[in-house]
């Protein structure tokens, strides 16, 4: 079985993937652009769920019969709330990354110094 760090694995992966190099696309605000618009996308999205989520919550604890004090209200909407935009926020910065060229640009990054280099495949 070939091993994975062997010299020929990075040129028969670009031959299967086809993928041309990172060609600087962060600095391209067309497509800066609409990966930010697709994360806005993704958090009214999420907005919503975290609403719909609190909203459940409420109702629940109300037929489950606890008591809905002014403190249960606003823990459960703090906790709910929080949780959910904290999820979907860290889901969006993914999408963003992956959808900016982040990702790609990193994989391809090589640091060349005397003391070392960070990608021993060389």
């Known amino acids: 079985m070939p091993r994975l760090d062997s010299l020929t694995f990075a040129p028969k992966m670009k031959a299967v993937t086809n993928r041309p190099e990172p060609d600087g696309r962060l600095s391209d605000p067309v497509y800066a652009a609409r990966a930010w ?45 929080l949780t959910v935009l904290l999820a979907g926020g860290l889901m969006g910065l993914i999408f963003l990354s992956s959808g900016s060229g982040h990702d790609q640009d990193v994989a391809g990054f090589r640091r060349d110094d005397s003391a070392g280099q960070w990608d021993r495949r060389r």
């Open 37 to 81: 618009a697709r994360f806005r996308w993704i958090m009214r999205w999420v907005i919503a769920a975290a609403m719909l989520s609190v909203g459940v919550a409420l109702l629940f604890l109300k037929f489950a019969g606890a008591p809905m004090t002014a403190m249960v209200i606003i823990a459960t909407v703090a906790g709910v709330a």
